[in-house]
């Protein structure tokens, strides 16, 4: 790892104004994805600006939407009683990833903007474009047991590692940014982006914005939830598939849901067709499995991932059928 500076920013503005237009200045957050990523020389900063004596670790309770700083740390999400209350999805998301020590060090932020766990994109002797554009892909044809089965291109087939994005992606969540330019806002939905020909480029950011926080608005999804995530081991591993669940049960009929998946594109995977079939159907086994087969229409695998196209589909009805029996 080479040498660099670490200077702690003091306001928002400062912190902005300290990076430059390529990555040779970067913000460090809870450093758990970027430290990692800097020992393996995937990426090397001159200067890391220290965000974490910023005032965005509030979780706050507004009119019409809860608001929770990009700084706020995954754990203290996780375990905010109202949080729990009010949006038991993301509280579930969140307390799937990594182990409590990452998620006490973690930030909201900066668990957004974590980087793909494609093997081939944390080994600099092997090609990959994400990494080094044009380079090829190592994935497509090689080892891709975790890669993506929807939204691939020729370019890239790597998935976004987060379980809380998947959340946020299913309850439609917005990103608040400061940038030169001024604040702007951004529907999470479309925060990340597919790989098409630019795989480098994980989201719609601009290289110098700083992520402030993210609004939920209220919902009624707070009893009928489920968080379902498939991994190798029960803790401290990404999903190879998870679904995240928020259904309003009437007498046992759907009358709103949303659905999103992780671990099967380069962003959390909303499944609005698959949400629109289940409106005002009544619950039931049979309704489920339909869902999960719906959901996973259009999938592709890889070879190593074929798995996913039936994994995918059974973790959809099992998780649809979680949320209806609580
Ligand atoms: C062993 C291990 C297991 C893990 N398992 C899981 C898992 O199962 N599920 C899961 O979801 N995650 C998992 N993670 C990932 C973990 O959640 C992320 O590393 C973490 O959320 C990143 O947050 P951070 O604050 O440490 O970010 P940092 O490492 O500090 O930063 C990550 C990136 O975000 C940028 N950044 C940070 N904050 C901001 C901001 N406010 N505005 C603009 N840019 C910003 C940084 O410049 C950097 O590029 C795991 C990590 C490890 C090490
Ligand atoms: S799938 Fe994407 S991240 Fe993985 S090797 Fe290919 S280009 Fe790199």
Same mark, same amino acid.
């Given at each position: 790892m080479k040498n660099f500076q670490i200077i702690k920013a003091l306001s928002s503005s400062s912190a902005v104004a300290s990076?430059?237009?390529?990555?040779s200045v970067m913000f460090i957050a809870g450093g758990t994805n970027l430290v990692d990523l800097m020992k393996k020389n995937v990426v090397a900063p001159?200067?890391?600006?220290?965000? %974490?004596?910023?005032?965005?670790?509030k979780i706050e309770f507004l009119n019409g939407k809860v608001s929770i700083g990009a700084l706020a740390k995954n754990s203290q999400v996780a375990e905010d009683q109202s949080i729990k209350e009010k949006l038991p999805l993301l509280a579930l998301a969140l307390a799937a990833g990594a182990s409590q020590q990452i998620r006490h060090m973690a930030t909201v932020g900066g668990n957004m903007l974590q980087r793909t766990r494609c093997p081939y994109f944390y080994n600099t002797d092997m090609p990959c474009n994400k990494r080094?554009?044009?380079?090829?892909?190592?994935a497509i044809g090689g080892?891709?047991?975790?890669?993506?089965?929807?939204?691939?291109s020729d370019s890239c087939i790597a998935v976004h590692p987060s379980d809380m994005c998947v959340a946020l992606a299913a309850l439609d969540a917005t990103v608040l940014v400061e940038g030169p330019k001024g604040k702007r806002q951004i529907n999470f939905t479309d925060f990340h982006r597919l790989p098409? %020909?630019?795989?480098?480029?994980?989201?719609?950011?601009?290289?110098?914005?700083?992520?402030?926080s993210i609004e939920i608005p209220d919902n009624n999804?707070?009893?009928?939830v489920h968080y379902l995530k498939v991994r190798?081991?029960?803790?401290y591993a990404f999903a190879l598939v998870s679904v995240a669940v928020a259904l309003e049960l009437k007498n046992n009929v759907i009358s709103n849901a949303k659905l999103a998946m992780g671990g099967v594109a380069h962003k959390p995977w909303r499944l609005t067709e698959t949400e629109d079939f289940l409106k005002g159907k009544t619950a039931s086994e049979d309704i489920f499995k339909q869902a999960g087969k719906l959901g996973m229409k259009g999938a592709r695998g890889y070879?190593?991932?074929?798995?996913k196209l039936t994994l995918g589909a059974n973790a959809i009805t099992e998780a649809l059928t979680i949320a209806a029996s609580k």
């Amino acid at each position: 790892m080479k040498n660099f500076q670490i200077i702690k920013a003091l306001s928002s503005s400062s912190a902005v104004a300290s990076i430059t237009k390529d990555t040779s200045v970067m913000f460090i957050a809870g450093g758990t994805n970027l430290v990692d990523l800097m020992k393996k020389n995937v990426v090397a900063p001159d200067k890391l600006i220290d965000i %974490n004596a910023l005032d965005l670790k509030k979780i706050e309770f507004l009119n019409g939407k809860v608001s929770i700083g990009a700084l706020a740390k995954n754990s203290q999400v996780a375990e905010d009683q109202s949080i729990k209350e009010k949006l038991p999805l993301l509280a579930l998301a969140l307390a799937a990833g990594a182990s409590q020590q990452i998620r006490h060090m973690a930030t909201v932020g900066g668990n957004m903007l974590q980087r793909t766990r494609c093997p081939y994109f944390y080994n600099t002797d092997m090609p990959c474009n994400k990494r080094v554009p044009k380079s090829g892909c190592g994935a497509i044809g090689g080892t891709n047991r975790m890669a993506a089965v929807f939204g691939t291109s020729d370019s890239c087939i790597a998935v976004h590692p987060s379980d809380m994005c998947v959340a946020l992606a299913a309850l439609d969540a917005t990103v608040l940014v400061e940038g030169p330019k001024g604040k702007r806002q951004i529907n999470f939905t479309d925060f990340h982006r597919l790989p098409g %020909n630019t795989p480098e480029k994980d989201n719609t950011l601009e290289i110098r914005e700083l992520i402030t926080s993210i609004e939920i608005p209220d919902n009624n999804f707070t009893k009928n939830v489920h968080y379902l995530k498939v991994r190798d081991r029960s803790s401290y591993a990404f999903a190879l598939v998870s679904v995240a669940v928020a259904l309003e049960l009437k007498n046992n009929v759907i009358s709103n849901a949303k659905l999103a998946m992780g671990g099967v594109a380069h962003k959390p995977w909303r499944l609005t067709e698959t949400e629109d079939f289940l409106k005002g159907k009544t619950a039931s086994e049979d309704i489920f499995k339909q869902a999960g087969k719906l959901g996973m229409k259009g999938a592709r695998g890889y070879g190593d991932n074929d798995f996913k196209l039936t994994l995918g589909a059974n973790a959809i009805t099992e998780a649809l059928t979680i949320a209806a029996s609580k």
